[in-house]
């Protein structure tokens, strides 16, 4: 007898996951984008759940349609419970933030890739294309971290691969493949009217910078580490962070993913100053971010020890992590990062 295939059952679950989400979304958020994208990240993690299950299966003699229907229908259940779960959590997390957001609180903002994303930007695995043009690597079993590892050692492949992906930006924005995503001209917005008191950028791109000029008709005030370094120990400094790599800068040195490096002094100093100074009551905001930066993710601990802190976007592994973590609990939002920043801000 043939056995149901992998990519049936896969469509099985996944369109009932939609058939389950899809009415909280569109009753209350008519306008959520990428619930293909949630809806994917529920099955992803659920699929892995029961990978094992199905290898062996796959691999024992005389396995039939129905020992695979048995496990497609416990990930049915699975996914059904799954999407109940992140549906309620997601509009009580929603009500809730943008309730306290509604407050006299100042915000400090750090952004991931997820936000830049959502208008068209690449995340990490989409660089892989750039890297394999500059033959730093010919095996697609190559993943990520070790294609940049490659790369790091050829300085001259470095700059070249900046100098792409800056074209690669400007170019996208001319044609009109890259936009600046709406959340931008909301924190734009907001940043000119001090609501977010700091923006810490983990992104290369110049869409935020952009989205200030749009809408502010001025440039945004960049932190400059070579001239702002003697405020952070005293003062709020109010500036965008570029804490990776700049397009407007591709002289200065990056941080590529799987770099291993250490969390600026400048950095850890004004993570001092923010978590000692008691003139200003600030929740935290990390949207569209993986922490797996390791000098991030210490950042991010600091403020998050001082300071309530929420975390958006569709990483199923952090909100489990949230989940487990009695002080985090609750605390991350599965959802489209940047339409989420765009309403509550």
Known sequence: MDTLKESDYLLKYANAIKDKLLPYITTEFPGLPNVNHLCDAIISDI???????QTLLARKPGTEVSDFNRVVTAMLDTCQIEADNISVQFFKKFGSLKATLSASFDIILLIGAAVSFEGGAPLGEQLMPMIKRLGIINDDRVDLNNAFKKLRADPEKVAKFKRRFQSFIIEGIKVEKICIPKSYKVIAD??????????FSLNWDDLIERAYREVNGQEIPK???DKNSSRVKDEFVHKLWKLHGDIADIESD???PGDKVTISKELLTYAAFLSDQDEK?????????????????KFIQILEDKFET???????????ASQEDMLSRDKYVIAPSGWFLENVL
């Open 47 to 53: 699929a892995s759940r029961y990978s094992k299950e």
């Open 190 to 199: 907001r940043f000119r009217r001090n609501k977010v008191l700091e923006i």
């Open 223 to 225: 932190f400059e580490f």
């Open 254 to 256: 990056w941080v590529l």
């Open 281 to 297: 009551e600030i929740i935290v905001i990390v949207a569209g971010y993986s922490e797996r930066d390791n000098h991030m993710k």
């Open 310 to 320: 929420y975390k958006i976007g569709m990483d199923m592994n952090l909100l489990r």
